[in-house]
């Protein structure tokens, strides 16, 4: 007995562990990198809290400019899948 009905519903599950994956390295690693960073700064000219608080908020707007541009990407690849194509004003957004 299969896990997937068919090659169809396999499709869409690696798909969905795909973006979420994606979305999760997208989410983790500026806010790592970026705290790390004003962890260290804040250490270095004795400024805590300071430039950690700033250095989460500019990975936040990171993060939310890469998930919204990759969630297009995938819309698009999803659209594909369903054969549906894509929509050209969606596309020029």
């Excluded at 009905?5 to 969905?16: H, K, L, Q, T």
């Excluded at 705290?35 to 250490?43: A, E, P, S």
Aim: charged share 25%; proline share 2%.
């Amino acid at each position: 007995m299969s896990l997937f009905e068919n090659s169809r519903d396999r499709e869409y599950a690696m798909f969905g562990l795909k973006i979420a994956g994606d979305f999760g390295v997208t989410l983790f690693a500026p806010v790592i990198l970026f705290v790390w960073i004003g962890k260290t700064l804040d250490t270095r000219f004795d400024l805590a809290p300071l430039l950690t608080i700033l250095g989460f908020v500019v990975a936040a707007i990171l993060s939310a400019l890469m998930i919204y541009r990759k969630a297009h990407r995938y819309n698009a690849q999803y659209l594909a899948i369903e054969g549906k194509g894509v929509n050209k004003e969606v596309e020029k957004k």
